[in-house]
């Protein structure tokens, strides 16, 4: 049983959900306010058999599959390589780092990143996004054999971040948060259980104006989504289509110092520490500018599972 691709979609003044083949959309009867309304009232078989009028992909708005009620939780330096250009040590860090984002930043594949005026350094973040199948209220064993009971399907993230706001100030959920630092989409790809070996299997690709910065597997992930939805439902509830960022690999524009260079810098005033690391962040051409055009792909390898492709360009803020 193939995995289906999801979009949702605007079209004469109404908001549908509909099942997208080769870029032609046939609407899904009913009307489902939030992603976790749409998987709980649809399945793969059902979806699998869908048969109608066909839109082409052109003809829509498409929206965000992941709606703003539904919680936003991150995964932070979950590849190896990245954590070491993040300045961790991989060998030393033996946890899992969980955060989220503010919902108002959730928006279609498609639009346009803002860059706050007072932000300086505006980086990049692709990552494969886990979306919710059923309610957790308690302490869950997650596996790699029950997983498909926990994750309905997968969609593109991007992380966007402000990092003179996240690093000095300490604040991840501040300088993540800004509108129009998640895009979401453009496709949901639900997933049966015969298709949950994808979730170690998954190209990543981001470019920046056409040039590769980011590509890697999920195949890296250091800490994956079975034992991460464990520990998490030791901590908090999560609900049908909840969101699930699972990290970043290596290529980000953010540069920081060795572990060891940071335990010098650690002996220094705070203020002087701090701008020692803005000069640094200066020369780095990588940040995002206006009139910059990112792409983000998520793909296997047989094509079987295409989340679509994400296009922002940055715009400076009115």
Same mark, same amino acid.
């Given at each position: 049983?193939?995995?289906?691709?999801?979009?949702?979609?605007?079209?004469?003044?109404?908001?549908?959900?509909?099942?997208?083949?080769?870029?032609?959309?046939?609407?899904?009867?009913?009307?489902?306010?939030?992603?976790?309304?749409?998987?709980?009232?649809?399945?793969?078989?059902?979806?699998?058999?869908?048969?109608?009028?066909?839109?082409?992909?052109?003809?829509?708005?498409?929206?965000?599959?992941?709606?703003?009620?539904?919680?936003?939780?991150?995964?932070?330096?979950?590849?190896?390589?990245?954590?070491?250009? @993040?300045?961790? #040590?991989?060998?030393?860090?033996?946890?899992?780092?969980?955060? +989220?984002? $503010?919902?108002?930043? &959730?928006?279609?594949?498609?639009?346009?990143?803002?860059?706050?005026?007072?932000?300086?350094?505006?980086?990049?973040?692709?990552?494969?996004?886990?979306?919710?199948?059923?309610?957790?209220?308690?302490?869950?064993?997650?596996?790699?054999?029950?997983?498909?009971?926990?994750?309905?399907?997968?969609?593109?993230?991007?992380?966007?971040?402000?990092?003179?706001?996240?690093?000095?100030?300490?604040?991840?959920?501040?300088?993540?948060?800004?509108?129009?630092?998640?895009?979401?989409?453009?496709?949901?790809?639900?997933?049966?259980?015969?298709?949950?070996?994808?979730?170690?299997?998954?190209?990543?690709?981001?470019?920046?104006?056409?040039?590769?910065?980011?590509?890697?597997?999920?195949?890296?992930?250091?800490?994956?989504?079975?034992?991460?939805?464990?520990?998490?439902? @030791?901590?908090? #509830?999560?609900?049908?289509?909840?969101?699930?960022?699972?990290? +970043?690999? $290596?290529?980000?524009? &953010?540069?920081?110092?060795?572990?060891?260079?940071?335990?010098?810098?650690?002996?220094?005033?705070?203020?002087?520490?701090?701008?020692?690391?803005?000069?640094?962040?200066?020369?780095?051409?990588?940040?995002?500018?206006?009139?910059?055009?990112?792409?983000?792909?998520?793909?296997?390898?047989?094509?079987?599972?295409?989340?679509?492709?994400?296009?922002?360009?940055?715009?400076?803020?009115?």
């Amino acid at each position: 049983m193939p995995a289906v691709h999801i979009v949702r979609f605007e079209y004469q003044d109404a908001v549908h959900w509909g099942v997208i083949r080769q870029n032609l959309i046939t609407p899904i009867p009913g009307n489902f306010a939030t992603t976790g309304e749409f998987i709980g009232q649809n399945s793969i078989d059902d979806l699998l058999q869908l048969k109608g009028v066909e839109l082409a992909e052109n003809e829509v708005k498409l929206l965000s599959p992941v709606t703003r009620n539904q919680q936003f939780v991150c995964q932070g330096a979950n590849y190896r390589q990245h954590m070491i250009e @993040s300045g961790m #040590d991989p060998d030393a860090k033996n946890f899992n780092m969980i955060f +989220t984002k $503010a919902t108002s930043c &959730l928006v279609a594949a498609d639009s346009d990143l803002i860059k706050p005026r007072n932000v300086r350094f505006l980086d990049y973040e692709i990552e494969l996004g886990l979306v919710m199948k059923r309610a957790i209220t308690g302490p869950v064993s997650v596996t790699d054999d029950n997983l498909h009971e926990f994750v309905a399907g997968v969609v593109i993230v991007n992380d966007y971040s402000a990092r003179d706001i996240q690093i000095p100030q300490m604040q991840f959920y501040k300088g993540k948060s800004f509108r129009t630092f998640g895009p979401v989409g453009p496709y949901l790809c639900l997933l049966g259980p015969q298709d949950m070996h994808y979730l170690k299997a998954l190209q990543l690709r981001l470019t920046v104006n056409g040039q590769v910065r980011q590509s890697d597997s999920t195949a890296n992930l250091v800490y994956g989504p079975a034992e991460t939805l464990t520990e998490l439902s @030791s901590v908090q #509830d999560l609900a049908p289509g909840d969101l699930l960022a699972t990290g +970043t690999p $290596a290529g980000c524009a &953010l540069s920081v110092p060795s572990p060891g260079k940071q335990r010098i810098a650690a002996l220094l005033p705070e203020a002087a520490k701090w701008k020692m690391f803005l000069k640094v962040q200066e020369k780095r051409s990588q940040y995002l500018k206006p009139g910059d055009q990112v792409e983000a792909h998520i793909r296997s390898t047989d094509g079987l599972i295409d989340l679509g492709v994400q296009r922002n360009r940055v715009v400076g803020e009115r």
